[in-house]
């Protein structure tokens, strides 16, 4: 049966660089829609009676600049078939042939795709890579552009690996090298060099080999292409993977003998320190420090997880995968369908879904006092004495408060108790006299 519409991939433009297959269907079209691109050399079909130029309907200004043209295309179809052809292959980067495709598989409308040589195939020959041994991340500089005005709230969105090569087709213009500068400088280092290229595998190929931090000061083009190679094992440190794995090697039998050492219970203390300094960061304003115990506290989370799973009870996946699901369940009003017009709507969402996991999921319970078991004692006097308050018969001068605070914890210094323990269970035991004597009455 023959398609209501067929879509021909022409591959880099010359006649003698499309299959026979694409130039029989040409040969045979009633009417044929072109969409052009920019430097390609499609003369040879424009000149044509039975030609239309899909650009004519182009709208840079509507939601989806394709619309108008494919209602158009589908439209002539419904009539008589009709080709639709695409420089290069049309399952490439192409908005225009997913709209038509989505569309006709809705309507019901056949189709054929008829493959071409695409920009990809021509980039391999040209840089002698193979994507496939290579592991070659592919991705658009036009959607690297459209992430711009999400900046700075674009962490995320581009998944990109220091440790493989990229290959970012569709450069068109200085937007889009701006934008894929952007985002290179999230993984990989200013001085990192790129190689631009252009028109790849024609007669007008060129080439120019630049760095991430300087790709502004490029231009762009309607077949310009980059390359980035990947970076060594250890030098990718801009990636969370790769402190994963350093850690890894760490813990290895040919690793770090302090490293290989520590356990979950050895690392604990270190985990608070770090807290404290991070917070002692943030006090000071000072985001450069900030920056740094971050990143201290990172490491440990990473040694803490790398722990778990050589001892089988979890991965840092699993991690990332209990937080990301977590956050998401705790967010409907972001992620969902419920509503929260300020924050107090928002706490209330927060306690029903909480309220529902401990039901499904019931956790260890904490502390009689109702805190967490390791909380530092004046932590925990501060927030029980507030729901549980003590009758004070005279108020001291700070001065004396000081005095008496530092007399009372010399005290149990002195006699070799631990004063955090002697607080937390003083707290415990007051907690209960009090329940206890709610209960009576």
């Given at each position: 049966m023959t398609a209501a519409i067929t879509i021909v991939g022409l591959g880099p433009g010359p006649v003698d660089l499309r299959t026979v297959r694409a130039q029989q269907a040409l040969e045979t079209a009633e009417h044929i829609f072109v969409r052009g691109h920019g430097d390609v050399d499609l003369s040879d079909l424009l000149s044509r009676p039975n030609v239309t130029?899909?650009?004519?309907?182009?709208?840079?200004?509507?939601?989806?600049?394709?619309?108008?043209?494919?209602?158009?295309?589908?439209?002539?179809?419904?009539?008589?078939?009709?080709?639709?052809?695409?420089?290069?292959?049309?399952?490439?980067?192409?908005?225009?042939?997913?709209?038509?495709?989505?569309?006709?598989?809705?309507?019901?409308?056949?189709?054929?795709?008829?493959?071409?040589?695409?920009?990809?195939?021509m980039l391999a020959s040209a840089l002698n890579i193979d994507p496939i041994h290579h592991r070659v991340q592919l991705i658009a500089g036009w959607?690297?552009?459209?992430?711009?005005?999400?900046?700075?709230?674009?962490?995320?969105?581009?998944?990109?690996?220091?440790?493989?090569?990229?290959?970012?087709?569709?450069?068109?213009?200085?937007?889009?090298?701006?934008?894929?500068?952007?985002?290179?400088?999230?993984?990989?280092?200013?001085?990192?060099?790129?190689?631009?290229?252009?028109?790849?595998?024609?007669?007008?190929?060129?080439?120019?080999t630049t760095t991430v931090g300087e790709l502004p000061s490029q231009s762009g083009g309607w077949l310009l292409a980059l390359y980035v190679p990947a970076l060594?094992?250890?030098?990718?440190?801009?990636?969370?993977?790769?402190?994963?794995?350093?850690?890894?090697?760490?813990?290895?039998?040919?690793?770090?003998?302090?490293?290989?050492?520590?356990?979950?219970?050895?690392?604990?203390?270190?985990?608070?320190?770090?807290?404290?300094?991070?917070?002692d960061a943030i006090n000071a304003g000072d985001d450069a420090n900030l920056c740094e115990e971050l990143g201290d506290l990172l490491m440990l989370i990473m040694m803490h997880a790398q722990i778990a799973e050589e001892r089988g009870a979890f991965t840092l996946e699993d991690v990332y995968h209990g937080?990301?699901?977590?956050?998401?369940?705790?967010?409907?009003?972001?992620?969902?369908?419920?509503?929260?017009?300020?924050?107090?709507?928002?706490?209330?969402?927060?306690?029903r879904v909480k309220a529902e996991e401990k039901k499904a999921n019931p956790k260890p319970e904490k502390a009689s006092d109702g805190q967490p078991h390791s909380m530092p004692a004046l932590d925990r006097a501060a927030r029980v004495l507030k729901k549980h308050p003590i009758e004070i018969t005279e108020v001291s001068s700070g001065d004396e408060?000081?005095?008496?605070?530092?007399?009372?914890?010399?005290?149990?210094?002195?006699?070799?108790?631990?004063?955090?323990?002697?607080?937390?269970?003083?707290?415990?035991?007051?907690?209960?006299?009090?329940?206890?004597?709610?209960e009576e009455r």
């Open positions: 130029n899909v650009r004519d309907f182009h709208d840079i200004n509507a939601t989806n600049r394709w619309h108008r043209a494919a209602e158009v295309i589908i439209a002539s179809a419904r009539v008589s078939p009709v080709v639709l052809t695409i420089p290069g292959h049309p399952r490439f980067g192409e908005g225009l042939v997913d709209l038509v495709l989505a569309q006709c598989e809705e309507l019901g409308i056949t189709t054929e795709v008829i493959d071409g040589i695409s920009a990809t195939d959607a690297l552009r459209r992430m711009t005005p999400e900046a700075p709230f674009d962490g995320g969105l581009v998944n990109l690996s220091p440790h493989l090569p990229v290959l970012i087709t569709h450069v068109y213009d200085h937007e889009a090298l701006t934008a894929t500068q952007q985002q290179l400088l999230r993984i990989f280092p200013a001085d990192h060099p790129v190689e631009m290229i252009s028109s790849a595998g024609l007669d007008a190929e060129s080439r120019l060594g094992e250890l030098i990718a440190t801009r990636a969370a993977n790769s402190l994963q794995h350093i850690m890894a090697r760490l813990r290895r039998e040919d690793g770090c003998p302090w490293d290989r050492k520590q356990t979950n219970a050895s690392l604990a203390p270190t985990l608070v320190d770090e807290v404290y300094e991070i917070i937080i990301v699901t977590k956050i998401v369940r705790r967010h409907p009003h972001v992620f969902g369908d419920d509503a929260a017009a300020n924050a107090e709507e928002v706490v209330g969402l927060w306690q408060r000081q005095r008496a605070l530092l007399d009372a914890v010399a005290a149990i210094v002195a006699v070799g108790d631990d004063p955090n323990k002697v607080l937390k269970s003083a707290l415990i035991d007051h907690v209960n006299v009090g329940n206890a004597a709610d």
